[in-house]
């Protein structure tokens, strides 16, 4: 229930800098990057206010330049996880008794930091620790938290708010949004910092205490991360950061007692391990824990007879290479007419030869590293069996080379069969499968789109022609949570466009949205009567007469 309500800065979307040659952004930027390589740090876990430093030490390269060591971490056990959960819980009553407005000036505050003097410092942290170049990662690790900081409070103070719009005579009617009975999971992805960010913070904002586990490839920019936070005044024990096995780390929470709740991105095997578990668990917690996810994609573009070829082919090398494809909503899958497959085809591979590949430390470089060697030998794999198939062909790239890094050329491989291997599994790199379909086949390749796929997370149409843009926005309404007309599928924004999926895509609780904030609170109903009944006689047990 909201104790008093002050009006809250108006959320605008953080401008995206542009870090062209002779920008000021661009000397900071590089300054913080040399000077982020210039010196090897030991990173700490963070239980209750303390950092937190073990023995068993793991080290932190680049993906994009594997003989660097940029940083060690302390890897921790099953101990450190009960420590981490036993802090947070020791947080929790002072924690969610403090006003809803102090919660927000903290995490308005922590928004500031990352938009001013931690800018170039989380950006810096993102590009060396996940390989990614300085647009994705300004986008990404500035200004996404950001907003996502920002756009939270607002939809916090908005779910305050509400409250029952009828109130009887003589009766008050009033709902209290309390926070979760226990502690909140995070467990976040290596992809997206802004993701890292979120998970924890927009359960801790609506009064809940958090343990977070970051992707082990994304500890780098996390420690960042929490450094901000500490400075914006998140106290001791309220998110709590771990490092440690991810089986290890569940074994321990998802058998606690006080386990309230799963906030997390990645994979879709995982999510639906962690699932079974918490439902085999289900009779040792206190309460029904909330399991908010976002998973896996298979994503889509489709393009129409009506198309303009230039938009399909910038469509495609955009929203399937940007950050190398590893991105949950990179396109990935793609439907081309036949009319239009020469024009597209001779796009793409005049935009994808003109693409540089290389150290993100070079402003110029497009493409860099996977995030790992698992992921370089996953997608050569798939890349290898492709060429020596005599049913698909190489139309662009297919070579890959982890002399120095993680490095794979972006690939596109056309297919005879739309439901061939590379069309259905996700591969999270910078592969992209395109089918080529005749031109009077639109309607029946709509079903094909729909059923290739377990995934349902993002998708687009490209086309000229309203018919069509309506036909297949109402029969894909359940392939993507987030469909785009005539654009690609990636660059969801906090504030404009609400992002999840469903089917083996995750929950659809649309991160960036009150939706998502309304998971981590639980309402109780009160009703107060002024002048209560003293008789339990209702008029109709009166005699007649």
């Known amino acids: 229930m909201l104790k008093g309500f002050f009006n809250v800065p108006a959320p605008q979307n953080e401008p995206v800098l542009n870090y062209g040659p002779g920008s000021a952004e661009r000397a900071t930027l590089k300054a913080a990057l040399e000077e982020a390589r210039s010196q090897k740090i030991d990173i700490p876990m963070y239980i209750g206010g303390k950092e937190v430093r073990t023995n068993n030490k793991k080290e932190i390269r680049p993906p994009h330049d594997h003989q660097h060591v940029l940083a060690t971490f302390s890897e921790g056990d099953a101990g450190h996880v009960t420590a981490a959960i036993d802090a947070a819980l020791a947080a929790k009553a002072d924690w969610e008794e403090l006003p809803w407005e102090h919660r927000a000036s903290i995490f308005l505050k922590a928004a500031e930091l990352l938009a001013g003097p931690y800018r170039a410092k989380i950006n810096a942290a993102t590009m060396l620790g996940q390989s990614k170049n300085a647009y994705q990662a300004e986008i990404d690790s500035a200004c996404e938290i950001v907003d996502f900081l920002r756009f939270n409070v607002e939809y916090m103070t908005e779910i305050y708010k509400q409250q029952p719009p009828i109130s009887g005579k003589g009766v008050w009617n009033r709902v209290e949004q309390r926070p979760l009975e226990g502690f909140v999971f995070a467990l976040t992805p290596f992809n997206f910092t802004a993701i890292a960010g979120n998970l924890p913070t927009s359960a801790a904002m609506m009064g809940n205490v958090v343990v977070w586990k970051p992707a082990y490839t994304q500890i780098y920019a996390a420690n960042v991360l929490m450094q901000v936070f500490t400075e914006a005044g998140v106290p001791a024990g309220v998110i709590n950061l771990i490092y440690v096995d991810g089986p290890i780390a569940g074994n321990v929470i998802f058998s606690h007692p006080d386990f309230a709740g799963i906030h997390f991105t990645g994979s879709t095997g995982v999510f639906q391990n962690i699932w079974q578990t918490i439902g085999n668990n289900i009779h040792k917690y206190k309460s029904y824990p909330r399991i908010v996810g976002e998973t896996g ?48 085809k001779a796009n793409m591979q005049r935009d994808i030869a003109s693409f540089k590949m290389g150290p993100v430390e070079d402003f110029e470089n497009f493409i860099n590293a996977v995030i790992t060697e698992a992921s370089f030998d996953k997608l050569a794999k798939y890349i290898d069996a492709a060429k020596n ?42 592969v992209l499968s395109v089918y080529v379909y005749e031109d009077h086949q639109f309607d029946e390749i709509l079903d094909v789109v729909d059923k290739t796929s377990i995934y349902a997370l993002t998708g687009s149409i490209i086309s000229q022609d309203r018919y069509a843009i309506a036909k297949a926005t ?13 654009d690609k599928p990636t660059g969801a924004v906090v504030g404009q466009q609400p992002f999840g999926g469903a089917r083996g895509s995750g929950t659809d609780d649309k991160a960036g949205s009150m939706i998502n904030l309304l998971r981590w609170v639980s309402p109780r109903t009160i009703k107060e009567t002024f002048d209560p009944p003293k008789d339990y006689r209702y008029p109709f047990l009166q005699k007649e007469g």
């Open 297 to 344: 994609g298979k994503d889509f573009v489709l393009a129409h007879p009506s198309a303009d070829a230039d938009v399909v082919s910038t469509a495609l090398v955009r929203g399937a290479f940007e950050y190398q494809g590893q991105k949950c909503s990179a396109a990935s899958r793609a439907y081309i007419p036949k009319s239009l497959w020469p024009a597209v």
């Open 474 to 486: 109402h029969r894909l309404r359940n392939a993507a949570g987030n469909f785009y007309i005539n």
């Open 389 to 430: 198939d005599n049913k698909t062909e190489i139309v662009a790239g297919g070579n890959y080379d982890k002399t120095k890094g993680w490095f794979i050329e972006p690939t596109v491989i056309r297919v005879d069969d739309p439901y061939y291997v590379t069309m259905c599994e996700e591969l999270f790199g910078p």
